[in-house]
């Protein structure tokens, strides 16, 4: 569902960029899978890499998971009273890892396993993978907008797969951006070798 931007609240600037690039991946992921029969979707490039869907349902599956987590900081947040309007300072360690979990990589990159819980399932229709795609694309949006006017710095939040990492709210949204464009990426990767450069 597209919300008429006159609708939409009045963010903090950090919070409209995120808010503004979640809005522009529904777009990028309706291209990549534009015209793909349900196989040439679901087809891998190779066998090491993943195809059109696994990159998207990735995403799909991380995004829920954070969506849980962030609920709840967002709820604790309220209940400590942590709300501030900008000016935030971020450490460096997680603004590097923000950074690193969510660079675009180039292609010859050496891989990052990813986790179990965060792995994709292929074998799956281009209309269902997309529809999980767009509605998280809504949720994620509830979530940026719900930040505003809390204090995304100081709130740390645990990640739902791994416990030592702690993130302030304001990175893990930022990383959940970056996250989503370097597996859109990725996607277009996949499209262009298992179709002949379309």
């Known amino acids: 569902m597209h919300r008429d931007p006159d609708q939409m609240p009045e963010l903090i600037p950090e919070l ?53 987590a962030f609920d709840a900081g967002l709820e604790r947040a309220h209940r400590e009273g942590l709300f501030a309007r900008g000016h935030y300072r971020y450490g460096f360690l997680e603004r590097w890892f923000a950074r690193a979990s969510s660079e675009v990589s180039p292609p010859r990159r050496k891989r990052v396993r990813t986790l179990r819980v965060y792995e994709p399932r292929g074998g799956q229709s281009v209309a269902n993978v997309l529809a999980n795609y767009h509605n998280l694309q809504t949720n994620l949006v509830e979530r940026v907008e719900a930040a505003n006017g809390i204090d995304i710095a100081r709130l740390k939040i645990r990640s739902p797969a791994t416990r030592w990492v702690r993130l302030s709210l304001g990175q893990w949204l930022q990383l959940v951006a970056g996250h989503q464009e370097r597996h859109l990426e990725q996607a277009w990767q996949a499209r262009r070798r298992t179709s002949g450069g379309a």
């Not at 196989?39 to 998207?56: A, G, K, M, Q, T």
């Open 16 to 68: 409209e960029d995120i808010r503004s690039r979640l809005i522009a991946s529904r777009a990028t992921a309706a291209s990549v899978a534009e015209g793909l029969s349900d196989d040439e979707f679901n087809r891998r490039p190779d066998p090491e890499s993943w195809s059109v869907c696994e990159c998207l349902d990735h995403l799909n599956v991380v995004g829920a998971r954070l969506c849980e």
